[in-house]
């Protein structure tokens, strides 16, 4: 039914760091090995918003915002694709969405807040 599930969102202090994950589990292995994944964010009364891409051959991009701090990675054995987090923000405080653009497929999201 879900096609990515997310986890690994939680609650951490300003400066904190957290490792999302993103997980394909119904997906062909040659299917997940040819997409491009990407991570989105939401915060209350905003729109959702790219913070990470990372292409089949591994060409990653970040907006200013989070460019030296988050970090996206993939386990195409895995069907995983992952989301490190460093130095957290209290603006960074979001619904983290996986998203694959050519399927547009979205996981249900998984919460992180990070407090000052």
């Known amino acids: 039914q879900v096609q990515l599930q997310e986890s690994g969102g939680g609650l951490v202090q300003a400066g904190g760091s957290l490792r999302l994950s993103c997980k394909a589990p119904?997906?062909?292995?040659?299917?997940?090995?040819?997409?491009?994944m990407e991570w989105y964010r939401q915060a209350p009364g905003k729109q959702r918003e790219l913070v990470a891409s990372?292409?089949?051959?591994?060409?990653?991009n970040y907006p200013d915002s989070v460019k030296g701090r988050f970090t996206i990675s993939r386990d195409n054995g895995k069907r995983m694709v992952y989301l490190q987090m460093n130095s957290l923000k209290p603006e960074d405080t979001a619904v983290y969405y996986c998203?694959?653009?050519?399927?547009?497929?979205w996981g249900r999201g998984t919460q992180v807040t990070v407090s000052s």
């Open positions: 119904r997906m062909i292995l040659s299917v997940f090995n040819s997409i491009d």
């Open positions: 990372i292409t089949s051959d591994r060409v990653t």
């Open positions: 998203h694959s653009k050519s399927q547009d497929y």
